[in-house]
């Protein structure tokens, strides 16, 4: 079945460090990729999405693109700030379909 | 996209009792989703509500312990019944976004934060 793998974390940057969170993806026919961030309390929130592949998301200065060919769908940020500091989840919904699969979260603490 | 307000937003329980959650969304919505997050891990759908049918629950998860109704567009209520510490979860609502099949991504409600002692 369809499954979603991201990097464990924690993960600890300082502010205005270069921010990567790794995510692969495994699923049957054209899935439409999502980063979802949740801050310390809340509900979850849709960060960026990409619909189709070379596709490139982005939202706040985050950024992820589509990559078919390596099933990936990294989340980067340039340079991150404090406020940053959330729960990360990379996911995918499969074509026609209505279920989300959800990685496992990670965990960004951002140090000023 | 769609606002939902979902409560309550936290509680704590003694086992063996149930709890209600209620969630609204402030636009008519086919589907509603219900979530589990238990600590520290990711989301687990547990049912999926339409309205004027019964929910279609995932495997691991039993209308007795997790019933939902769902009795408009707008409105919906999971109730956690019988419950024991192992249902210390966080439970939340949510609902699809206005691209066609899910391409829009989902809004979420805030969530609900319960403790069973």
Same mark, same amino acid.
């Given at each position: 079945? =369809? ?50 592949? =070379? =596709? ?10 589509? +990559? ?15 406020? =940053? ?21 990670? +965990? ?5 | ?117």
């Amino acid at each position: 079945g =369809d499954s979603v793998t991201q990097m464990e974390g924690p993960v600890t940057l300082s502010e205005e460090a270069f921010l990567t969170i790794n995510c692969t993806y495994t699923a049957t026919g054209y899935p439409s990729l999502f980063w979802y961030v949740q801050y310390p309390g809340e509900g979850l929130q849709l960060l960026l999405k990409a619909t189709k592949a =070379d =596709d490139k998301g982005s939202n706040k200065g985050f950024e992820a693109t589509y +990559r078919k060919e390596t099933t990936s769908f990294h989340l980067e940020k340039g340079s991150v700030q404090v406020s =940053d500091s959330a729960v990360y989840f990379c996911a995918l919904t499969n074509t026609g379909g209505f279920k989300t699969i959800f990685g496992a979260g990670t +965990r960004l603490f951002v140090k000023a | 996209s769609a606002v939902i307000s979902q409560k309550p937003s936290r509680d704590i329980c003694q086992r063996g009792t149930s709890l209600t959650i209620q969630c609204q969304v402030d636009s008519q919505v086919t589907m509603m989703f219900w979530y589990r997050q238990q600590p520290g891990q990711s989301l687990t759908l547990i049912a999926t509500a339409n309205q004027g049918s019964e929910a279609t629950y995932e495997s691991g998860f039993v209308i007795d312990k997790f019933p939902i109704s769902r009795p408009n567009l707008t409105f919906s209520t999971l109730t956690v019944s019988n419950m024991s510490p192992e249902d210390s979860s966080i439970y939340l609502c949510s609902v699809e976004g206005l691209g066609i099949g899910g391409s829009d991504g989902y809004t979420f409600g805030s969530g609900t934060r319960l403790t069973v002692v």
